[in-house]
């Protein structure tokens, strides 16, 4: 996989502004939120994007939508979006693969 910005993030190249950390993921704040909250939980294991997971992954993927999950409800949401954007034509911009957690607001559907 191609080195990304979360890639430099999770290695603290770059700031954040960090909710959450464990030994599988990080969670920060999107630097271009689209709600009050807007939150991403990316895997410290470099997966492009959903497509490209491997089975292996399994229990990396449910682990990132239950934090997704804890960060929405620190967050003080009762209600959120989870979106996970798979390839450009999805509007993925960054090819390592995460989970946006969106709410603070009411949200419409459909999303786009």
Not at 40 to 45: G, Q
Not at 73 to 101: D, M
Request: hydrophobic share 45%.
């Amino acid at each position: 996989m191609a080195e990304t910005v979360f890639s430099k993030i999770i290695r603290r190249e770059i700031p954040a502004d960090v909710l959450y950390e464990d030994e599988h993921c990080l969670a920060f704040r999107d630097v271009s939120p689209q709600a009050p909250v807007h939150v991403l939980v990316v895997p410290k294991e470099p997966i492009e994007s959903l497509a490209t997971a491997p089975a292996e992954s399994a229990a990396l993927l449910g682990h990132l939508l239950l934090k997704a999950a804890h960060v929405a409800r620190r967050e003080k949401l009762e209600g959120w979006r989870t979106v996970i954007n798979t390839g450009a034509e999805a509007g993925q911009t960054v090819f390592h693969l995460h989970v946006h957690v969106i709410g603070g607001r009411p949200l419409t559907w459909p999303p786009g």
